[in-house]
């Protein structure tokens, strides 16, 4: 079973922020929060990840609650080519680097 | 990042019959990750592959049903046998790669599309 919670779907306007958010709380401590999106008719895409503290990159941002219970991806300018389904994961050392995929949330950016 | 290669990108198949999923890594990695992704479905792994050892396989899945090679570090192969519509899927390979600061991310392959008449 999938340890995260998402909505199934979204949709945002172009130009505008797109904020994801995902349950996990039942986290354990060396768990990280990991998202990934798949494009339509494309293998996954890794976007970010983080532990505790927020991260931020060239695609996204990572906002993790301080309880890290739950996380929210946030796209800060969304393009119709972010139309994706977007997937958070936990990933830890039990998990041998095995990723498990829940069903994510479908993203649509309206033009 | 790693770059991932899959053939064939797409095949139809009769039943009954198998099919050979190839992936090609551009750098040599200890393990490669097998997943199926059903229509409308996320995507549950299959098996780990590691070089000179047996695969691993998930619940669910079978070494008689998708046998695995993994001859060297850039190369592996699933194997869809006897092949029924159910097996009807997209087939992806990931290999984790080093990210910094210890973790490690999953970079796939384009997928191959399997449809079985």
């Known amino acids: 079973d999938a340890k995260t919670t998402q909505p199934p779907s979204m949709d945002c306007a172009e130009g505008r922020a797109a904020n994801l958010p995902c349950n996990h709380s039942?986290?354990?401590?060396?768990?990280?929060v990991y998202w990934y999106r798949q494009i339509h008719s494309q293998g996954p895409q890794y976007i970010i990840h983080g532990l505790k503290n927020n991260e931020t990159n060239e695609m996204a941002s990572l906002i993790i609650t301080e309880d890290r219970k739950s996380s929210t991806l946030i796209l800060p300018h969304a393009t119709l080519r972010d139309t994706a389904v977007y997937y958070c994961?936990?990933?830890?050392?039990?998990?041998?680097?095995?990723?498990?995929f829940g069903t994510g949330t479908r993203l649509a950016v309206r033009p | 990042s790693a770059v991932i290669s899959q053939k064939p990108s797409r095949d139809i198949c009769q039943r009954g019959t198998s099919l050979t999923i190839q992936c090609q890594v551009d750098?040599?990695?200890?393990?490669m990750f097998w997943y199926r992704q059903q229509p409308g479905q996320s995507l549950t792994l299959i098996a780990t592959?590691?070089?000179?050892?047996?695969?691993?396989?998930e619940s669910g899945f079978v070494i008689d049903k998708f046998p695995i090679s993994r001859p060297n570090l850039t190369f592996s192969t699933l194997t869809v046998s006897n092949m029924s519509p159910e097996d009807s899927s997209i087939y992806l390979c990931?290999?984790?790669?080093?990210?910094?600061?210890?973790?490690?991310?999953?970079?796939f392959g384009p997928g191959t599309r399997l449809l079985v008449l």
């Open positions: 994961i936990l990933v830890g050392k039990s998990s041998g680097d095995k990723l498990t």
């Open positions: 592959a590691n070089q000179g050892s047996e695969a691993t396989y």
């Open positions: 039942t986290i354990s401590g060396n768990e990280y």
């Open positions: 750098s040599q990695v200890t393990m």
């Open positions: 990931s290999v984790p790669h080093p990210s910094g600061g210890g973790e490690e991310t999953q970079y």
